[in-house]
Antibody, heavy 117, light 109 residues
Framework: QVQLQESGPGLVKPSETLSLTCTVS??????????WGWIRQPPGRGLEWIAS???????YYSPSLKSRVTISGDKSKNQFFLTLNSVTAADRAVYYC?????????WGKGTTVTVSS | DIHMTQSPSSLSASVGDRVTITCRAS??????LAWYQQVPGKAPKLLVY???NLQSGVPSRFSGSGSGTDFTLTISNLQPEDFATYYC???????????FGQGTKLDIK
């Protein structure tokens, strides 16, 4: 059974960098059978795709976040990562790491990120 | 860019009812559409992919239909655990954009 688990700081200061890790069990991220990605959900609002990647190198980013976001992976740890620079209050959300086979078939439980000084 | 519009934004129904949620794409997406269910405080869950294929383990009271620009999710014989928010999502775009609809909140009448 494939499981994804997000980890990272729950609180980030404005203008600083948010770094999140997704630890995957049950499926190697290097297999190239799926994309791996991040989706977020601001409080009380809908779902927003942030970024996705094939471990072999292809990466895709939301146009609205592209200038601030990086997605990457480490096959030795079976983890992938999200970096979001220059955060503001608008980046406050629950962040989900996901497995993508065109559609999202596996979701992590999500991690809440608050932006505050 | 593709835009996804769900209707209604919210609806109330009773246990045992049949409800239909609609999702319209701003351009032809063939059948590259998925539906998700989100219970408050939980991650979304995949219900339907390729417009009409039920994900393994999803009860058969859920069904999806449509192609092109118009899609529907139907829930028959509503159960208490079905009261949640439902999202559609396109995966047609290249490069991907994975645009979601704004969601439809289904609550108990």
């Amino acid at each position: 059974q494939v499981q994804l688990q997000e980890s990272g700081p729950g609180l980030v200061k404005p203008s600083e960098t948010l770094s999140l890790t997704c630890t995957v069990s049950g499926d190697p991220i290097s297999s190239n059978s799926h994309y791996w990605g991040w989706i977020r959900q601001p409080p009380g609002r809908g779902l927003e795709w942030i970024a996705s990647m094939y471990y072999s190198g292809s990466t895709y980013y939301s146009p609205s976040l592209k200038s601030r976001v990086t997605i990457s992976g480490d096959k030795s740890k079976n983890q992938f990562f999200l970096t979001l620079n220059s955060v503001t209050a608008a980046d406050r959300a629950v962040y989900y790491c996901v497995r993508i086979r065109s559609y999202v078939d596996v979701w992590g439980k999500g991690t809440t990120v608050t932006v505050s000084s | 860019d593709i835009h996804m519009t769900q209707s209604p934004s919210s609806l109330s129904a009773s246990v045992g009812d049949r409800v239909t949620i609609t999702c319209r794409a701003s351009q032809d997406i063939i059948n590259a559409l998925a539906w998700y269910q989100q219970v408050p405080g939980k991650a979304p869950k995949l219900l339907v992919y390729a417009a009409s294929n039920l994900q393994s383990g999803v009860p058969s009271r859920f069904s999806g239909s449509g192609s092109g620009t118009d899609f529907t999710l139907t829930i028959s014989n509503l159960q208490p655990e079905d009261f949640a928010t439902y999202y559609c999502q396109e995966y047609y775009s290249v490069p991907p954009s994975y645009i979601f609809g704004q969601g439809t909140k289904l609550d108990i009448k």
